[in-house]
């Protein structure tokens, strides 16, 4: 499966830090640090870590050193196999849906839309029911392979679960990541974070029929999400 080839091709002349082979697949694990210009775009996206491929075979992963000495053990080789085995499910996935599902619908769109167009009357509106019908079964069947990776994702993270030695050690390293990356972007925006409390004080200060009518719209929303994220954690 393709992912990221542009990401692939920039370590071409490098040497890994670690290589792993299985099954006939290779991965190579790279130090994100090497590469400033995949550091920058995908820490902006609070990614530290990114999979890369060409071919489906070869595959390269780009972590944050730090990042990867903390948490090593979720890129073990054992580990890796089964995000590789998951690649190729969606892989699977992508090719059944679009070998027999959306080439045929669209096909069969096209042609009807052909043959409704020498219909004397009323074609327009068979022309756009069948692109309608076409659009939904699209969309449907898109909402079903997106189902069908979940399913796969959710089956993936059951066996890096078993891997690492349980729910327990897994959720240890989901800690130390969550530690890890909050501690990197304080020290990345130290002075941001203090200007935030600064303004958060003074806001709070303030009585709240004192707010603008929109600001106090927004610190209700504010409230609705935290409110949400925590009703979500708490059901995990």
């Keep these: 499966m393709r992912i990221n080839p542009k990401v692939f091709a920039v370590a071409n002349q490098s040497e890994p830090v670690d290589v ?7 991965v190579e694990v790279f130090m994100m640090d090497e590469y400033p210009q995949v550091k920058e775009e995908f820490l902006n996206k609070g990614k530290f870590a990114v999979w890369s491929s060409v071919d489906g075979v070869n595959y390269r992963v780009f ?4 990042y990867y000495e903390e948490l090593k053990p979720l890129y073990a080789q054992a580990i890796n196999k089964i995000w590789v085995d998951f690649w190729d499910a969606c892989e699977t996935i992508s090719r ?6 959306i080439i045929p619908i669209t096909i069969l769109a ?18 756009i029911a069948v692109v309608v019908l076409a659009f939904g079964a699209l969309m449907f069947c898109n909402r079903y392979s997106r189902k ?14 078993k891997s690492l030695g349980g ?8 800690d130390r990541q969550k ?22 004080e003074i806001v709070e200060s303030l009585p709240a029929e004192d707010l603008p009518e929109k600001e106090q719209a ?16 708490d059901n995990e």
């Design 20 to 26: 792993q082979e299985f099954d006939g697949r290779k």
């Design 96 to 101: 059944k849906m679009t070998r027999f599902v």
């Design 167 to 174: 729910t327990k050690e897994f959720d240890d390293l989901l």
């Design 148 to 161: 069908k990776i979940y399913d796969a994702n959710a089956a993936s993270v059951e066996l890096i679960k």
């Design 63 to 66: 972590i944050e050193s730090g």
């Design 218 to 233: 927004d610190e209700a929303v504010e409230h609705k999400v935290e409110a949400e994220i925590i009703e979500a954690k």
């Design 179 to 200: 530690n890890y990356m909050d501690q990197y972007y304080d020290n990345l925006y130290p002075e941001e974070d203090e200007d935030l409390e600064e303004n958060s």
């Design 110 to 127: 096209i042609g009807g839309c052909i043959g409704f167009s020498f219909l004397p009357q009323g074609s327009i509106y068979a022309m």
